[in-house]
């Protein structure tokens, strides 16, 4: 439980922090090259200063709600359950290496992505909604019940999929971040819980700029299965069909819509996130 409350106190902190560029980025991934005629978002600055202009501050940090009501949970459980897993393999008689984090990622995000899905369902979509200049969800609670009535619960599960496929991410991501660790720690000669906040901070932002870029596809796919309504005659059928009609339209490119505001947003998030929980485990223990 400690790692699950440390994990949530450094998560929501850093989506607060990183919230704007967060709405950058998904307009930014869902948008495709049949709307490239008629779109007023161009290029993170440009994306910035059109949302800023015509929706105020407040249009900067679209889908904040739904994504704070989610990262409570989402860290909680991705946290818990990846040091759960991490110390059954133990138990089991297993040594630690890149193999157990990689596979105790893994297990955890697949499990988060499950539980957390409908969440980031609901905060794309609040995001996304004025990409047509139309405004249909009035809050949080009203998307759910827009979304329920006239979609179905199947529509809380858009995404899915590729969001499943992402968990190579953190299949990337926390064997880097814990090998970046175990380095600073040798040069020292010191324990991995005795790093500093740089050092920890340096080993997260490391290793989720490595693995976004290696991962970054299947956020745009999710994204833009997310944003689409299932009443809508021409959305995507699925993964598949998501793919083959993104790389004829718009080529390899079309799968890295968006990645320098990414870039920007989880690398600092990533740091402040890890950091946090780094130091609030040493300080609860």
Known sequence: MIHGFAGAGGGLLASIATCPLDV??????????????NTRYKGIFGTLTTIFREEGIRGLYKGL????????????????????????W??????????I???????AAA??????????????????????????????FHAVSTIFREEGARAFFSGLTPQL??????????PTYEYLKSQF????????????????????????IMASIAAYPHEVLRAKLQY????????????????????????????????????????????ISFTTYELLVRFLK
Request: aromatic share 10%; glycine share 10%; net charge positive.
């Open 24 to 37: 950058v980025k998904t307009v930014l991934q869902v948008q495709s090259k049949a709307h490239a005629a």
């Open 65 to 88: 709600g739904p994504t704070t009501a989610a990262l409570v949970p989402n860290w909680a459980i991705y946290f818990f359950t990846y040091q759960h897993f991490k110390e059954v």
């Open 90 to 99: 133990f138990r089991s008689g297993f040594t630690d290496g890149p193999l």
């Open 101 to 107: 984090h990689m596979s105790s990622a893994m297990g």
């Open 111 to 140: 499990i988060t992505d499950v539980c957390m899905n409908p969440l980031w369902v609901i905060k794309t979509r609040l995001q996304t909604q004025k990409i047509h200049g139309s405004v249909q969800y009035r809050s949080a």
């Open 165 to 174: 496929i992402g968990v190579v991410h953190v299949a990337i991501q926390f």
């Open 185 to 208: 720690a040798m040069k020292g000669s010191r324990k991995t819980d005795q790093l500093s906040s740089i050092e920890l901070g340096t080993s997260a932002g490391l290793s989720k």
């Open 228 to 271: 689409q309504h299932s009443t809508d005659p021409a959305r995507y059928k699925g993964v598949i069909d998501a793919c083959r009609r993104i790389y004829g339209e718009e080529g390899l490119l079309g799968f890295y819509r968006g990645m320098g505001a990414n870039l920007l947003r989880v690398t600092p998030a990533c740091a």
